[in-house]
């Protein structure tokens, strides 16, 4: 499995590390729905081997913690966990 | 949300089995029901994937060794319900949330961090001669003295290898 593309309004390059049975990542991916952005998405857990640690290693860099969800925005600034209304902010 | 194979009925009896031993030894599960729904659906997501019950919110190494701190309920969701009022995933919730007073919000991950050990030979400079060594429930803190640990917590229902000695 690879990033998945959802299509929507170009509000830059944003990535979301999540993990498909992590029901604050559903809600993000809701919320990004809702807000008709362009996003991709990739669920960490669905992941093996090398490509999972390349996640790990990627989600790090943002987050030491690697924790569930990471958005990371125009590879510039990152939001950890279901931050309603930061994530709003930042996508308006 | 997980979709799979998961069907209703198992997320339901393990819904309900959780919820009564919650209730029983002294924890709450979030009353949103629906959310709390998906989380027992990730559960069993993980039990089917890994073979045991690991967080839901959690990366699991699928390495039970490795993994032993993030079997739900994890070692986490006790100083989380405290600090935050609910855990990591949002399943186990205090008093106030439960009450539908206080919403569930994110919680920072405690993991890799902040568990500090304690490790003190003696307490207020006092050796105490034991006729038993005392084993400590890593997830809530039950406290027994005897040969073994138990092979089930009798508090919160978690098998004996969550148990560390403590004196």
Redesign the interface.
């Given at each position: 499995m690879t990033k998945v593309k959802v299509a929507g309004t170009d509000k830059g390059d944003i990535m979301l590390y999540a993990l498909s049975t992590c029901v604050w990542c559903g809600k993000t991916k809701k919320l990004l729905d809702e807000l008709g952005v362009a996003y991709a998405y990739e669920d960490v857990d669905l992941l093996k081997g090398e490509e999972r640690s390349a996640a790990v290693k990627e989600i790090t860099a943002w987050n030491p913690a690697a924790s569930f969800p990471t958005l990371v925005i125009n590879n510039e600034k990152s939001i950890v966990g279901f931050k309603e209304a930061e994530i709003r902010q930042a996508l308006a | 949300?997980?979709g799979g194979n998961i069907d209703e009925a198992s997320v339901d009896r393990l819904y309900r089995q959780l919820d009564a031993d919650a209730e029983s030894g002294g924890y709450h599960l979030n009353p949103d029901r629906e959310?709390t729904r998906?989380?027992v659906?990730?559960l069993l997501?993980?039990i089917d994937r890994y073979g045991y019950q690991a967080c839901?919110?959690?990366?699991?190494s699928g390495v039970k060794e490795e993994d032993l701190d993030i079997i739900c309920p994890c070692d986490y969701r006790d100083p989380d319900v405290v600090e935050y009022g609910a855990c990591f995933?949002?399943l186990y919730v205090n008093e106030a949330i439960k009450k539908g007073e206080r919403q569930a919000e994110?919680?920072?991950?405690r993991?890799?961090?902040e568990m500090k050990e304690q490790k003190e030979e003696t307490a207020g400079g006092v050796t105490v001669r034991l006729s038993q060594p005392v084993w400590r429930c890593k997830v809530c803190g039950y406290l027994c003295a005897r040969p073994e640990a138990p092979d089930i917590c009798p508090i919160c229902k978690v098998p004996r290898e969550r148990f560390e000695r403590f004196v």
């Amino acid at each position: 499995m690879t990033k998945v593309k959802v299509a929507g309004t170009d509000k830059g390059d944003i990535m979301l590390y999540a993990l498909s049975t992590c029901v604050w990542c559903g809600k993000t991916k809701k919320l990004l729905d809702e807000l008709g952005v362009a996003y991709a998405y990739e669920d960490v857990d669905l992941l093996k081997g090398e490509e999972r640690s390349a996640a790990v290693k990627e989600i790090t860099a943002w987050n030491p913690a690697a924790s569930f969800p990471t958005l990371v925005i125009n590879n510039e600034k990152s939001i950890v966990g279901f931050k309603e209304a930061e994530i709003r902010q930042a996508l308006a | 949300m997980t979709g799979g194979n998961i069907d209703e009925a198992s997320v339901d009896r393990l819904y309900r089995q959780l919820d009564a031993d919650a209730e029983s030894g002294g924890y709450h599960l979030n009353p949103d029901r629906e959310f709390t729904r998906s989380l027992v659906e990730g559960l069993l997501v993980n039990i089917d994937r890994y073979g045991y019950q690991a967080c839901p919110c959690r990366l699991a190494s699928g390495v039970k060794e490795e993994d032993l701190d993030i079997i739900c309920p994890c070692d986490y969701r006790d100083p989380d319900v405290v600090e935050y009022g609910a855990c990591f995933c949002g399943l186990y919730v205090n008093e106030a949330i439960k009450k539908g007073e206080r919403q569930a919000e994110a919680v920072p991950e405690r993991r890799g961090r902040e568990m500090k050990e304690q490790k003190e030979e003696t307490a207020g400079g006092v050796t105490v001669r034991l006729s038993q060594p005392v084993w400590r429930c890593k997830v809530c803190g039950y406290l027994c003295a005897r040969p073994e640990a138990p092979d089930i917590c009798p508090i919160c229902k978690v098998p004996r290898e969550r148990f560390e000695r403590f004196v």
